[in-house]
């Protein structure tokens, strides 16, 4: 698959409001039939097309690159975050997403042959600590607190593996599906994408114990200096709009089978 990158040495005019993307659906789609209809990809068409007269310019990136211009304190914006406190690195829009909770993904099969009284929800702690289920996460992917000091305590172990590159997501459900590893930890998002990409229903998404039904919020982050902090003033400026179009929120109900509520 062959994306064409943004030019680290390429010097453009520095536009009022920076987006970054990578390829990471359902988030970013950059290819096949839902190209450019990624959650994060209608998000910032809609914005953009409010925040006319402002200077707007989008970036695809690889993670790897994403993560030198995080630490070089660049001037972006990347549209589809955790809603946090604001920090060093960002500032925050108010909420524009808010996400089912994440859960565990995995076969089919294997849930009936683990938890063949088939739970509503699965501890991530208890499978991580057997140690003859593989665990698949993407490489410098985080989770919220709650799930991601479990899986530290795990880190390094030999049930534990960290898959890099793009699509990581993706190809941790695909080596699920083949049988080479046995779980990992998304949105059922990310599930959905994936059965309707590859037509295979083979897997399943549960919520863990530990999480459980709790929401994860989404919104714009931006480098927190003078620039982003202007950025996203003009952001939550337009966000009512945005939120209340019809094909915006069309496309949050596809991806995560529910309507976003009103910051």
Excluded at 105 to 131: C, F, G, H, R, T
Excluded at 145 to 172: C, K, M, W, Y
Aim: glycine share 4%; hydrophobic share 40%; with cysteine.
């Amino acid at each position: 698959m062959n994306f064409l990158f943004a030019e680290a040495s390429v010097i453009k005019p520095q536009a009022d409001i920076r987006w970054i993307k990578n390829p990471s659906p359902p988030f970013h789609i950059l290819e096949g039939r839902y190209s450019g209809l990624g959650l994060c990809d209608v998000l910032v068409d809609k914005l953009n097309e409010k925040l006319v007269p402002l200077s707007t310019t989008i970036d695809i990136y690889p993670q790897s690159r994403i993560e030198r211009l995080i630490e070089s304190s660049e001037n972006l914006c990347f549209p589809c975050m955790i809603k946090r406190q604001d920090s060093d690195r960002f500032v925050y829009s108010r909420k524009t997403t808010v996400y089912p909770p994440l859960g565990v993904i995995l076969s089919k099969a294997l849930l009936s042959e683990v938890y063949p009284d088939q739970p509503q929800a699965i501890s991530l702690k208890a499978m991580l600590n057997n140690q003859s289920l593989i665990f698949g996460v993407a490489e410098a992917r985080r989770f919220p607190d709650i799930l991601q000091t479990i899986i530290d305590q795990h880190e390094g172990a030999s049930n534990v593996l960290a898959l890099p590159g793009v699509f990581a997501p993706l190809r941790l459900l695909q080596q699920i599906e083949l049988g080479r590893i046995h779980y990992t930890l998304d949105y059922p998002g990310v599930l959905r994408y994936f059965s309707i990409k590859e037509n295979n229903q083979s897997l399943r998404y549960l919520p863990t114990t530990e999480f459980g039904a709790q929401s994860v919020y989404g919104a714009i982050g931006c480098t927190n200096n003078d620039w982003g902090k202007r950025a996203v003033d003009a952001i939550d400026a337009v966000l009512d709009d945005v939120m209340d179009d019809p094909e915006y929120r069309a496309n949050q109900q596809f991806w995560l089978n529910t309507l976003p509520e009103n910051p």
